[in-house]
């Protein structure tokens, strides 16, 4: 039988830690919850708690930049599930509570409301640390200030929104970073009608494609309306007195003069470092990026502590030990979680490093591994090759051409990665992950062309985008040879 | 250096054939060029001759009916490539050339020119028979006779196209069979202003998929105006003078009464047959379906007589042998013959029968076997669930539901097949491709989960919702275990 619904706050913790086997998860967010459901689906007599520092249990972050844009029409609308359905699964809610010690010998965790401010204990029987990530702060950036906002919590959401809902029509904006979150937020401010320039250190944005693909985002963000100063290095941003913040850039002109006017509103997008003051004197160790070190069962070797999710380090099918926080990765890594704090025995594939984001019209993936990224690996010899081909038959109205990047082994063809940058309605996203299944599967370049995928004229070829970008570095590979 | 361009017509085929080794496809669709091309492209000297009985090389028979809604602007844009693309990759073309008998000793084909109608001869070194499927036209349907068409070749393009467009609008058509073509000439027709019935014998359309599947399509076809009479068999059609055609069917009422009325076009859409006429006499055996056996190199036993396309037994990596013709696996082996003939050794991966249709504003896809196609599998134990999950997250506008139907191994969790039905938007296609991935390299259902697929809120959910599907079949399949 299901455990009744309850939602706690921080002030009748005591009433409800008592007696049976408990499963605690620090963190309210991919990781957390995923570990939650999956202990519940699995056992619908598990008790589970999920303890959040605020009061937005499994809201997704990655939406952020939707609301912001006003398409997601509330801020409620960006909860995965609200806090009635995690009930309803059964799940316990300790809202407004932040995890501040761990005590693994005592099997307590030492808490403070975030609301109340008072001091209390948790005790558990496992205990995951899902703690999440949080945004980078470089010196002279002050990130918090009036006008300065980061993209991370829903705290920092409302921030922005209200600062975004409050400028007026033209308002001169600036997204520090062109990433994920910062090309999102440039096609927020812009359906915000506001004046938005674009701050990036290197020559194209999206740096986790190659510049041959970046330079096609780089163009649709500019198509819109989007002032880009690239190769241009953000040193500090001041403010002035009635004038908002002036940004201290290094770069090449005229990047450098998009940046000579002050500025009403700062959005700084420079990434994220894990979260892991919790493990500090516990005995959980870090690893790869400062992130906790866990084995592919979540473990962190210290008894009864689990860790995951984006303040984990990242089991990489190609690169072995990483830290690559996304998302879906803390989905898989949490369910996991959940289902080994329960007794089981499951172990986390491995990320990719899969990813996708759509940019006003155009889309750009990847998964794998750039030529760059695989040049680290001993024994490979990368070679890249990059291909234009027709989402679906040229005759057929709409078509659009996919560049499609391939990435493989020389030596022995093996497949280590892809990247796919074109429209939107192109189906670039799950073109990427059939290169995501095909390198999951350890499959050489040409056994892509082996494939048997869909084709109707409508929608794809004889030979799917994919394939003709895999016959392409197989050609160069065998003239490379010959 | 290239061969100069050259097209050939029958009356100077003996000029032709001299000298160096010389490989031959008969037949210009999919398996021969596709053959020709990779030979090329292995070896830019080969020499390299394509029969084909009519002057359509390399058109996309999958794309007649796009003609016929007008979609597409004129004939001419159904080629693939173009005569003059084929001459430049060096390919020499023998239009409306017949090929009517094979002399595997004496390495001759016969030929009769369609147009002049003369008899001639064209030796080989290698010969493909790439010679297609041709309509099956049961007794009492007069394929031929005006106003009764089949949708194949170039030339019952042009008839469908030439009484299409005599059509008044409002004038009443039927097409029979609800496949693939049967489908997409309904949309074309309703594009065209016509008053369209479709007869099914079975109780949805699109057998190829499950009936709570088909009903999704059947509910779209006739949302957009087309009266679809189910379980109806038609026996034959009947002349009417100067009243066109009246279809004797037999079937329960309501779907009888729809065709009470005569018809002023039959669209004839029952399938295909293997056309191996060739290779009787000649020692070429037939297998599956009546189709030529070849083994997964498209040989055929005979010495230097290859076979490819919708002419040969199928190699399926699921079902072993079978017969199921299909343009991507028509390109896959005439990319493996036209190696092979070279003196390769390339094998054909075989297919999954992945399929994908487009009929109006919703797609249909398939790959693998469904519930009762694994039945007759030895040692395996199939079960099937359907799933329904969005195809991005709910809260970013146009969110659609895909219905997700997965078959499985009970015994072993082994994935065996997929079908997704939902709106042309929904990225349908690639979706299946993924399944198509897993399929390919063996792995189990659960495995599906373990995928890095890519996420972003306008593109997909954390778990995607094929992933969704793969766990929901995961979960039936815990509760009937336990």
Redesign the interface.
């Given at each position: 039988m299901d455990l009744p619904p309850r939602i706690l706050t921080d002030v009748d913790v005591s009433a409800h830690c008592v007696g049976m086997t408990h499963l605690l998860a620090i963190g309210g967010s991919?990781a957390g919850i995923a570990a939650a459901l999956r202990a519940r689906?699995l056992d619908p007599s598990a008790d589970v708690t999920v303890m959040l520092a605020d009061s937005y249990p499994n809201y997704?972050i990655?939406?952020i930049p939707?609301w912001i844009a006003g398409?997601?029409a509330t801020e409620a609308?960006?909860a995965?599930r609200t806090a009635r359905d995690l009930e309803t699964a059964g799940i316990g809610l300790l809202l407004n509570t932040r995890a501040v010690a761990l005590d693994v010998e005592a099997r307590r965790v030492e808490t403070i409301g975030t609301v109340s401010g008072a001091a209390n204990s948790v005790a558990y029987d496992e205990v995951l640390v899902a703690t999440g990530a949080h945004p980078r702060r470089p010196a002279g950036i002050p990130v918090g200030e009036p006008g300065v906002v980061a993209v991370h919590t829903m705290a920092d959401a409302n921030a922005v929104h209200d600062a975004v809902t409050a400028l007026p029509s033209g308002a001169r904006v600036v997204v520090v970073g062109a990433g994920?979150i910062g090309l999102e937020m440039c096609e927020a401010l812009i359906a915000r009608d506001l004046d938005v320039t674009l701050v990036q250190r290197g020559p194209e944005v999206l740096t986790t494609v190659d510049l041959e693909l970046g330079a096609l985002v780089t163009a649709e963000v500019r198509a819109h309306g989007v002032s880009v100063a690239t190769g241009t290095t953000v040193r500090g941003l001041e403010a002035r007195a009635g004038e908002g913040w002036r940004v201290e850039a290094t770069g090449p002109d005229p990047s450098t003069r998009l940046l000579r006017d002050p500025f009403e509103l700062a959005v700084v997008c420079l990434g994220v470092a894990p979260s892991t003051d919790l493990a500090a004197g516990t005995g959980v160790e870090l690893g790869h990026g400062g992130a906790i070190a866990v084995d592919d069962r979540m473990r962190t070797g210290v008894p009864h502590v689990w860790a995951a999710g984006d303040c984990v380090v990242t089991h990489h099918?190609l690169l072995g030990l990483t830290w690559l926080p996304?998302?879906?990765?803390?989905?898989?890594q949490g369910?996991v979680a959940g289902e080994n704090m329960l007794g089981g025995d499951r172990r986390f594939?491995?990320?990719?490093?899969?990813?996708?984001?759509?940019v006003f019209d155009v889309?750009a993936?990847r998964?794998g591994l750039r030529n760059h990224d695989a040049a680290s690996l001993a024994g490979v010899s990368p070679m890249s090759t990059v291909a234009v081909a027709d989402d679906h038959?040229a005759?057929?109205?709409d078509a659009v051409p996919l560049s499609i990047g391939v990435t493989g082994d020389q030596r022995t063809g093996r497949l280590l990665g892809a990247q796919i940058v074109g429209h939107?309605?192109a189906?670039v996203?799950?073109?990427?992950?059939?290169f995501?299944?095909?390198l999951?599967?350890g499959?050489t370049v040409d056994?892509v062309?082996?494939?048997?995928?869909?084709?109707?004229?409508?929608?794809?070829s004889?030979?799917?985008a994919v394939q003709i970008g895999a016959q392409a570095w197989e050609?160069t590979r065998h003239a490379s040879q010959s």
């Open positions: 991919d689906e997704s990655c939406g939707y398409d997601v609308s960006l995965h994920y099918r996304l998302g879906s990765t803390a989905h898989k369910r594939a491995g990320s990719l490093g899969t990813q996708v984001v759509k889309v993936a998964t038959k005759y057929y109205p939107r309605r189906e996203a799950k073109r990427i992950d059939i995501a299944a095909a999951h599967s499959s056994e062309s082996d494939l048997d995928l869909s084709y109707t004229p409508p929608l794809g004889p030979w799917d050609r």
